[in-house]
């Protein structure tokens, strides 16, 4: 069990974006966007398994970082999200 709330996101060491999914999913990637380096904790929405900069509206895929559709063609970082109780670690 943990205390977070579906769709709430942190930041960690102020570069990651964390965000809780519900269950015991947690997605994380990078909080500059490639293109123009929007803030992604403040511009970035989730769709689906997308995550969303709402700068210049390109999409990047949750599983791979890479784009979808949108500015640019360079891949956001995406990382894997271990829950281990009391701390998360990203690989
Ligand atoms: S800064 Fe994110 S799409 Fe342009």
């Known amino acids: 069990m943990n205390n977070y709330r ?5 930041l960690i060491n102020e570069d990651k974006v964390v965000v809780y999914l519900g269950g ?5 990637f990078e909080r ?3 293109h123009l380096r929007c ?3 403040k511009y970035g929405v989730i769709i689906g ?13 949750l599983t791979d970082g ?3 559709k949108g500015a640019t ?4 970082r995406v990382y ?3 829950n281990e109780g009391e701390t998360l670690k990203l690989l």
Request: one cysteine or more.
């Open 66 to 68: 890479k784009p979808i």
């Open 39 to 41: 803030d992604l904790f």
């Open 49 to 61: 398994d997308e995550v969303i900069c709402q700068c210049h509206f390109t999409h990047f895929s």
């Open 73 to 76: 063609n360079k891949p956001l």
């Open 80 to 82: 894997k999200v271990i």
């Open 24 to 28: 015991n999913k947690f997605v994380a």
């Open 32 to 34: 500059y966007c490639p």
């Open 6 to 10: 579906i769709g709430e996101r942190f």
